[in-house]
Nanobody
């Protein structure tokens, strides 16, 4: 019943920008903290950015100043604006909803390459 569907991934050149979206359904979106995680081949999944139900944000040091997480509760959607992309940002990006229960999206591939 609960679904998180990511979109917006793709291939971009270094220095480029990309905006990821995560549309949630089947849950009371406004009470959930939302996070973006990423996993590169051979590496552990890491937290990239998080936004609480109250709108407070936090970021991994590696993306601070380049990425911005936001949410639109009216649209049940969380976004990740990614600027100044680097090859090391290449990964599958996952959306997560966190409250009493935790849910994950299927992931969207982001590839940064020239």
């Amino acid at each position: 019943q609960v679904q998180l569907v990511e979109s917006g991934g793709g291939l971009v050149q270094p220095g480029g920008s990309l905006r990821l979206s995560c549309a949630a359904s089947g849950l009371l979106f406004s009470v959930y903290a939302m996070g973006w995680y990423r996993q590169a081949p051979g590496k552990q999944r890491e937290l990239v950015a998080r936004i609480t139900n109250g709108g407070s944000t936090s970021y991994a040091d590696s993306v601070k100043g380049r990425f911005t997480i936001s949410r639109d509760n009216a649209r049940n959607t969380v976004y990740l604006q990614m600027n100044s992309l680097k090859p090391e940002d290449t990964a599958v990006y996952y959306c997560s909803a966190n409250s009493k229960n935790n849910y994950w999206g299927q992931g969207t591939q982001v590839t940064v390459s020239s």
